[in-house]
């Protein structure tokens, strides 16, 4: 299998959101609610990424994996195990609730998944931030209490972001993506999110969005402090590092190639700025263009070339 397999974004309205994935990404988008996220690879039985092209056009990710496991994913791979990422884009036009997603040691006895994800910086307004991780010194009583009297915000660690920014947000750690970011999200295949605290607002029927803040506290880790935030750069190198995936940023001029060879492992490949064109004669041979997500089948052989400069996120290290 040589094909680059693309997908048809599935959008999904948040009181959040707005149209930017339009104004900066060029999508089409539905009218109406305002779009937060575009949930561009997911293998879930509630969301299933569709072929947007090519010989195997219309088919689900989960359909491609039953039935051909081993030149996707690599010998071994079972055809029944979910692909184990999904990846968003994430139009954060107000700030998002004040979360976390609960560790594997505590996800079953709540009944749901963890979520490890990687939030890289594409466009920020001036000023924009992230709240990643508690401050130094807060314990669980301190936050309570903080939860309970709305100043929650103050328990947070606040950083000020630009384009091109990243930061790893591990299960168990509070968070929330402040106004003004247009993030692409690559994530553990989780869609399980506990609200601690969400500023007081209401979601889009004109209800309060319902919290849950029992199951937000046992999911804690309390003696872990903020991650580091990986700042933009001109050159390429790791920008995550985790044992569920692990990220690089490819800086690329202007007729350099990229280059991955068939057997390694499968990988997915995001176009973060400029462009890519397929060398070679591989089926389906489009242009990736900024934001296009892809992913590469463990048996292709693939050559990449940059028309211009460019920007590319490759995420490996996933099986």
């Known amino acids: 299998m040589r094909e680059v397999l693309q997908f048809q974004p599935i959008y999904q309205e948040r009181v959040w959101g707005g149209r930017r994935l339009q104004t900066l990404l060029g999508r089409e988008l539905p009218p109406g609610p305002p779009i937060g996220e575009s949930w561009e690879i997911v293998d879930r039985p509630e969301a299933q990424s569709r072929v947007r092209r090519g010989r195997f056009g219309g088919s689900t990710l989960r359909e491609l994996i039953q039935r051909h496991s081993a030149e996707i994913m690599g010998p ?17 036009s107000e700030r998002l609730s004040l979360q976390v997603h609960p560790p594997a040691a505590v996800a079953a006895e709540l009944g749901g998944e963890p979520k490890t994800e990687n939030w890289y910086v594409a466009h920020s307004a001036p000023g ?5 991780g508690l401050k130094a010194g807060v314990t669980r ?7 309970a009297d709305g100043t929650a915000e103050e328990c947070v660690n606040k950083v000020s972001v630009a384009a091109g920014d990243s930061v790893l947000v591990r299960s168990g750690q509070v968070h929330a993506i402040g106004a003004g970011n247009l993030i692409l999200e690559i994530q553990q295949n989780s869609d399980t999110t506990y609200r601690l605290y969400d500023w007081g607002r209401v979601g889009l029927d004109g209800k309060p969005r319902k919290l849950h803040v029992e199951e937000s506290m046992r999911s804690i ?7 580091g935030l990986v700042r933009a750069a001109p050159t390429s190198g790791m920008i995550a590092s ?5 990220i690089r940023r490819v800086v690329l001029e202007k007729s350099e190639s990229l280059k991955f060879p068939a057997g390694e492992q499968p990988r997915i490949l995001s176009v973060a700025a400029g462009d890519l064109a397929l060398s070679g004669d591989a089926p389906g041979a489009r242009p990736l263009l900024a934001g296009d997500n892809a992913l590469l089948p463990w048996s292709a052989d693939l050559v990449f070339v940059a028309p211009g400069p460019a920007i590319i996120l490759v995420t490996e290290g996933f099986i």
């Open 242 to 246: 985790c044992d569920e995936f692990s």
């Open 128 to 132: 924009a931030s992230l709240f990643v």
């Open 76 to 92: 071994g791979w079972k055809p029944s195990a979910p692909f184990p990422l999904l990846v968003k884009w994430l139009d954060c």
């Open 141 to 147: 009583a301190g936050f309570t209490k903080a939860v």
């Open 221 to 227: 880790l309390w003696d872990i402090g903020p991650p």
